[in-house]
């Protein structure tokens, strides 16, 4: 479009109509009546909508990858629990109940309770090859027979500062692969590498079975906040864990939790 053609157009789009009367006097006013026509200015936010769709970046939606443990060598579900339960921590997230068992919403909101133990549910791990503390017999009514002194579930704080919490549980057994991402880490903060090559890296240290088989379990009751399962799978990306996944609680995990809740009330 020329520039002829523009001023043409910016001329057209505001006109002035003048009135000049019926002629009854000599100083009578005349009445004007201004008209903007804005139909030049369809082209122009057809223009700019154009720009703004082209050059817009779009979200990318953030998804959370979840590692399932692999079936490539058609190995059984008891033969993979067998391989793994020495290198398994199994954590169970559940919500704080009140005295007859019930969970608290006491508030409107529900105040998270985090549980774990090592290797198998059904014995406590010993040199001399476990002690068995379930009785089975009746797969309706399993009863859990702790030694004195000794307990299976250990209670964790949800707090990930404190001492007793459960991301310092998670980083004391997954110490080995942390120290050895920290210098590829310090490499990335000195802008020796980018996020790509530093993902990478971390990857082969998660995976390289000499820093240890660490698996984590995660198990959640019925009771449990959809926000504190999201917030448990925060961690296992925080602490660099290779191998966890979601599993359904078995009847062995629910007598141990029961047991412990009878014991601590």
Known sequence: MSLLSNKKNLKNMAQIESDGGNGKGKNHQKKMTIRVDFTPMVDMNMLLITFFMLCTTMIKTQTLNIALPSNKENLSTEQMNQASAADAVTIIVDAKRLPNGQP??????????IYYYEGKATEIPTTEGGIKILDESDPANIKVNI?????????ASFNMGEKDGIRRIIIDRNKKVLEAIEPIRQRFKD???????????????????EYGKLTIIIKATDAASYGSL??????????????????????QDKALLEDFQRRHK
């Open 104 to 113: 608290d919403t006491i508030g409107g909101s529900i105040t998270p309770e």
């Open 147 to 155: 030694p004195a002194g000794q307990e299976k579930l250990v209670k």
């Open 191 to 209: 802008g020796q590498i980018n996020q790509a090559e530093f993902d990478s890296l971390a990857r082969l240290v998660r995976n390289n079975d």
């Open 230 to 251: 999201v917030a448990l799978l925060d961690e296992m990306q925080i602490n660099q864990i290779a191998r966890y996944q979601i599993d359904n609680l078995t009847p």
